[in-house]
């Protein structure tokens, strides 16, 4: 089992920045590779950025390209998100996710509960 808690969400003004930690516990969560995905209200759940815990390659989704950066802490088993030039449409519920290297949803087995961020304009 992994288990997975968010935090650092919240309200910015477009243009600002937040950081995303996601702290990660269990037996085998280095083993996978940790992803952040978003859901808006009445929209799926979509692919945000993914990190291999060993070795540290990265994957984010065209729309965060240049402006989130996806990372960890092994000494704390944290990984983060880095969010800069914030936008009123990254408003979203953002999840922590462990799993396989990939960018859908059916690629993580574990989820965290989320945490929201609300980008006004």
């Known amino acids: 089992q992994v288990q997975l808690v968010e935090s650092g969400g919240g309200l910015v003004q477009a243009g600002g920045s937040l950081r995303l930690s996601c702290a990660a516990s269990?037996?085998?969560?280095?083993?996978?590779?940790m992803g952040w995905f978003r859901q808006a209200p009445g929209k799926e759940r979509e692919f945000v950025a993914t990190l291999r815990w060993s070795g540290g390659m990265t994957y984010y989704a065209d729309s965060v390209k240049g402006r989130f950066t996806i990372s960890r802490d092994n000494s704390k088993n944290n990984v983060y998100l880095q969010m800069n030039s914030l936008k009123p449409e990254d408003t979203a519920v953002y999840y922590c996710a462990a799993g396989g290297w990939g960018a859908t949803v059916h690629e993580y087995d574990y989820w965290g509960q989320g945490t929201q961020v609300t980008v006004s304009s």
């Open positions: 269990g037996r085998t969560f280095n083993k996978y590779a």
